[in-house]
């Protein structure tokens, strides 16, 4: 263990994190970012990021995060590759420990850890993701303008992004494993009087296919229940199942809601002073790029008013 004392310990890489660790750094704190085992986050898997102000036509995922990336080295920040495996916020300082052995003590904690979206665990889902594939419609809608697509899932969040699709598909198809949905009534009400929106009953997504192209053509699905194939011929596959936040770390030291999202108060502040969250670990609601950038420098300026009045 060293016998330094970090002013700000940053857990996490993606905008959020990077966005702290930008204003800790000019405010001369010296922030150390722990990047994680994916460092950048999402963005790393996102093509054409169109919707982050500031960029006239558009920008990749990972050279967002590059120049993100580059900007907090810029001012000071110190960026840590490696996993944090276990953190005591219990002591004062807070002790986060990297990989096997490795302890760092901090005043401060910003918590930008975010939250995952769940997949269906398919490989070819994997390969396709920004290439067909998403988990995100606001962020990538418009790239299917008049094309058809499909939704996988049956919760509120399913039926949200299939009528938000509609404004930019000619078809949306709704992919479900049983034979009603588990959204609210006013959600399936809506969708189903969505002309443009349709339903595969009874189904599961067991490939994805693009043609040797290396973009989308086609879901392969299963029923069920009669074990029935086929192919729906689609350019964009949208997997709205859920998303977990990468809490496990905090369990049992933090507040968090049912879900296991970072409950925040009073800014980015968390139920123990001097740790934060920001990004989406707290946010089960936006998880946009720029929201969690914004997160981010909110966390820092109320880490640097922790440091300097307690």
């Known amino acids: 263990m060293s016998d330094s004392v970090r002013n700000v310990v940053i857990i996490g890489s993606g905008p959020a994190g990077l966005t702290a660790a930008l204003y800790t750094a000019r405010a001369n704190l010296a922030p ?5 085992l994916e460092a950048g986050g999402q963005l ?4 054409a990021v169109e919707n982050f102000p500031g960029f006239t036509d558009g920008v990749m995922g990972p050279d967002l995060m ?5 900007q907090a080295q810029r001012f000071g920040a110190e960026l840590r590759t490696g996993q944090v495996t276990k953190v005591n916020l219990q002591v ?3 002790e986060v420990t990297i990989g096997e052995a490795e302890v760092v003590r901090a005043h401060t904690i910003i918590i930008s850890t975010g939250a995952s979206a769940r997949l269906l665990g398919l490989p070819s889902e994997r390969r396709l993701i920004g290439h067909g594939v998403s988990t995100c419609a606001t962020c990538d809608g418009f790239f299917f303008r008049g094309r058809p697509i499909a939704v996988v899932g049956g919760g509120d969040s399913a039926l949200e ?3 938000f699709l509609t404004r930019f598909a000619s078809s949306v198809t709704v992919i479900h494993r049983r034979d009603a949905l588990r959204a609210s009534k006013v959600m399936q009400d809506k969708a189903f009087a969505n002309p443009k929106i349709t339903f595969e009953w009874d189904s599961e997504v067991v490939d994805v296919m693009d043609g040797g192209q290396g973009a989308v053509t086609a879901a392969r699905l299963r029923h069920v229940k009669t074990g029935a194939e086929k192919d729906l011929p689609i350019d964009g596959l949208f997997v709205a199942i859920g998303h977990t936040p990468n809490t496990s770390l905090f369990s049992g030291q933090l ?5 296991g999202y970072l409950i925040t108060r009073d800014g980015m502040k968390t139920n123990v002073p001097g740790v934060f969250a920001c990004g989406d670990v707290q946010d089960p609601v936006y998880r946009q790029a720029i929201t969690a950038a914004g997160s981010g ?4 300026l109320d880490a640097e008013k922790f440091i300097e009045h307690g």
């Open 32 to 36: 150390i970012v722990i990047e994680g």
């Open 44 to 47: 790393m898997l996102t093509t």
């Open 66 to 70: 590059a120049n993100m990336r580059g």
């Open 92 to 94: 004062r300082p807070f």
């Open 161 to 163: 992004e299939a009528t």
């Open 255 to 259: 507040e968090m809601d049912a879900n």
């Open 297 to 300: 420098c909110m966390a820092a």
